[in-house]
């Protein structure tokens, strides 16, 4: 079965280093997302990504994060210069659009990376 | 504001005792209500979209109903491995129409005892 693929699982980096965060998403998918997890919170969003452009990006998603499709297959969050508070798990999830678009098909994540910054 | 309220934060269950958990929204317009079971550590895995008042879905242990307020999800004689935090999540429409974020609720973490 077809599923959203991220790498790494962990990382650990220092305060003001850039992290690249790497997702697959499910091959045919057109819509993708990046969320975050900060331990025994909510899962919020990030930014929303289809036809090589944002959608949506939430207050969170400033000016130290990025994110790219490079090729047909990987979609990439960058944080520029990593702070504390971005310590949390990191998920991407994808969206096959249907007939009618995206609204109301399932979003699949991925299984999340862990990001800790000391 | 769109949000999303689901209770109890956590509910204790021994093996085979049933129970419901709770999703409340206030959504201008709904376009699904989806729950997700999320393991420590792991990425929320789909579970059930639902998409208008009255409609159910079920899956081995597991049924979700949907109200114009609310959803539940009901577990009938649950057993250990399906101890998990569910969630239950609403997406925003966004000006264009698409599928914009989910909105989640903060989950119920059911334990089920053996």
């Known amino acids: 079965e077809p599923e959203v693929t991220q790498t790494p699982s962990h990382q650990v980096t220092q305060m003001g280093q850039e992290v690249i965060l790497r997702c697959v998403p499910i091959?045919?998918?057109?819509?993708f997302y990046w969320y975050r997890q900060i331990l025994g919170q909510k899962v919020e969003f990030l930014v929303s990504?289809?036809?090589?452009?944002?959608?949506?990006k939430s207050e969170i998603f400033d000016d130290q994060f990025s994110v790219e499709r490079p090729d047909g297959s990987n979609f990439t969050l960058k944080i520029r210069s990593t702070k504390l508070e971005d310590s949390a798990m990191y998920f991407c999830?994808?969206?096959?659009?249907?007939?009618?678009?995206?609204?109301?098909?399932?979003?699949?994540f991925g299984p999340g990376t862990r990001l800790l910054v000391l | 504001e769109d949000q999303v309220t689901q209770s109890p934060e956590a509910l204790r269950l021994q093996e085979g005792e049933s129970s419901s958990l709770n999703c409340s929204y206030t959504?201008?317009?709904?376009?699904?209500l989806f729950w997700y079971r999320q393991d420590p550590g792991k990425g929320p895995e789909f579970l059930f979209t639902?998409?208008?008042a009255g409609e159910e879905k079920e899956k081995e242990r597991l049924k979700a109903t949907l109200t114009k307020k609310e959803s539940f999800l009901h577990i009938t004689a649950p057993k250990p491995e399906d101890s998990a935090t569910y969630l239950c999540?609403?997406?925003?429409?966004?000006?264009?129409?698409?599928?914009?974020?989910?909105?989640f609720g903060k989950g119920t973490k059911l334990s089920v005892k053996p």
């Open positions: 639902l998409y208008s």
């Open positions: 999830a994808s969206i096959l659009a249907g007939t009618s678009g995206s609204l109301g098909e399932t979003q699949y």
């Open positions: 990504f289809y036809n090589n452009e944002i959608s949506e």
């Open positions: 959504v201008s317009g709904l376009r699904g």
């Open positions: 091959s045919n998918h057109l819509y």
């Open positions: 999540a609403v997406p925003v429409v966004n000006y264009g129409g698409s599928q914009g974020n989910l909105i």
